[in-house]
């Protein structure tokens, strides 16, 4: 016990000389601030070789320092957990026993000694779909989509297409334009996963109103019947394993989530024609509200796609200059 405090003071006295918080080395790490605080303040185990390798680099430790950091890690003489219950890989974390349909987290992969920056971000001009259940997405599909990138863009509403794991195939300039003032984070981007974006990122209530419950549980209502249809998905289980990461976004699945869906009822798993809150970076939308429209084409549907489109109303709570104020008129054919 003696060596596994020593090693939690050495992260926390690394992390404290480069002035970082809890939750800078947390994204980082690109684990929940709990979950790395658990790793300062609570015997460890077992602790995976990746997930050493990426404390060195996350506290930026040279040769020396890092190798201190293993020697002491190498040293705990904390018994180590059952075999089969975490496989030897995840470290204990005090949120209750993991249900046994969880399957195993996987140890963070190794990562370099040396510090790297992370490369700029870069938006590909074409979407790139990730590859199918059956290979590669097909020749004509990819076409397909590239043609339906542009009609996406021509678009003056927010609209984005993602696949069955919620990952971003495209989005258009309006779609990013209303998350433009939101910080990076190494997994929950709006533009690479949306449902991760919704549950993990910790600036998308400054967007999304009403965040918890407007957003938060219906999401997590659509993630629950996928895992229903498809419980061996590998990256749908990945993101139910980063929930179980927090306590109360944990309890809040189990617990929360079946009370709220007996109350909402079936609807909860649809989100075509929902109005949910939304806080514009644009003064002429402001806080105002959006209603969700489910227009993804059967080619599309098919293949296991889904595209919304984010009806934005006009801020009413203020008189907004350059706004129209008036009746909005339903037209068959767009005028514009």
């Known amino acids: ?11 926390r006295s690394r992390r404290e000389e480069l002035g970082l918080s809890l939750e800078e080395v947390a994204a980082r790490l690109g684990v929940t601030a709990y979950t790395y605080a658990t790793w300062e303040r609570t015997p ?35 018994p180590a957990p059952a075999r089969g219950a975490f496989d030897g890989h995840t470290p204990v974390r005090p949120s209750g026993p993991v249900p046994p349909s969880r399957p195993v987290r996987r140890p963070v992969p190794a990562r370099p000694s040396v510090p790297v920056p992370p490369p700029a971000p870069v938006r590909p001009q074409e979407p790139e779909p990730p590859s199918g259940p059956d290979g590669p997405v097909d020749p004509g599909t990819l076409a397909y989509l590239r043609d339906y990138a542009a009609v996406m863009d021509a678009v003056s509403l927010p609209s984005v297409l993602f696949d069955q794991h919620w990952d971003v195939a495209h989005s258009n300039p309006a779609f990013d334009a209303l998350f433009r003032g939101i910080g990076p984070h190494p997994t929950a981007m709006p533009d690479r996963n949306f449902l991760r974006f919704v549950l993990f990122h910790p600036e998308a209530r400054t967007v999304l109103g009403e965040h918890e419950t407007s957003w ?17 998905d590998g990256a749908l289980q990945a993101i139910r394993d980063d929930i179980a990461d927090d306590p109360i976004m944990d309890a809040a699945y189990r617990c929360g989530l079946p009370l709220w869906m007996s ?10 024609g929902v109005v949910r ?60």
């Open 277 to 336: 809150p939304v806080h514009h970076p644009d003064p002429r939308w402001g806080r105002t509200d959006c209603r969700i429209i489910d227009e993804t084409p059967a080619t599309l549907q098919d293949k296991g796609y889904t595209r919304i489109t984010l009806a934005l109303r006009e801020d009413r709570s203020a008189g907004a200059p350059g706004v129209r104020r008036g009746r909005t008129h339903l037209r068959a054919v767009s005028g514009g």
């Open 263 to 272: 109350a909402v009822g079936a609807s909860a798993i649809h989100h075509d």
């Open 216 to 232: 938060c549980l219906p999401l997590m209502a659509q993630l629950a019947a996928a895992l229903d249809k498809h419980g061996d």
């Open 44 to 78: 460890v185990h077992e602790w995976p070789e990746g997930t050493l390798c990426a404390l060195v680099d996350a506290l930026e430790l040279n040769d020396q320092q890092g190798g201190r950091l293993l020697r002491l890690a190498a040293e705990t003489d904390v």
């Open 1 to 11: 016990m003696a060596r596994t405090k020593r090693l939690g003071d050495a992260l």
